[in-house]
């Protein structure tokens, strides 16, 4: 019997699962990993509108030691009893203060609308 693919499945699952165990190591943890850096620490969250059992919400990242600039996370997440879902962000400081600028817009916009 050929156990070739068998064995080449294997290594190539065995290989990503070493490549992400060793980013949670240098990373710090499984946040950590996903944004490509340790994060120094969380300023807070703010939580979204939830739908029955599941909590939704976005978390905010100061992150250190990324090579490309990007040093602020954002993450969006959605958790219920059985699942756990998360998509992070990073963002350089300039888009940061974009992403800032352009929720105090919508904001606004939505203050003066009701104000009318």
């Known amino acids: 019997m050929n156990n070739t693919p068998q064995i080449a499945l294997f290594s190539v699952f065995a290989a ?4 992400f165990l060793s980013r949670i190591l240098r990373y710090g943890g499984f946040r950590g990993a996903l944004m ?3 994060i120094r620490r ?8 939830s739908m029955a ?3 939704l919400g976005i978390k905010v990242h100061v992150l250190e030691g ?4 990007k040093d602020v ?16 962000v990073t963002l350089s400081d300039h888009e940061a203060e974009r992403l800032a600028a352009l929720l105090k817009e919508a904001v606004d916009e ?3 609308s009701k104000g009318s």
Request: glycine share 12%; proline share 7%.
């Open 73 to 88: 996370g954002v993450e969006f997440f959605a958790k219920s009893p059985l699942s756990w879902q998360t998509m992070p």
């Open 42 to 49: 969380t300023p807070g969250e703010v939580k979204g509108s």
């Open 53 to 55: 059992l599941m909590k």
């Open 110 to 112: 939505v203050r003066t």
């Open 66 to 69: 990324r090579r490309d600039g």
């Open 36 to 38: 490509g850096a340790r």
């Open 16 to 19: 990503v699962v070493l490549f």
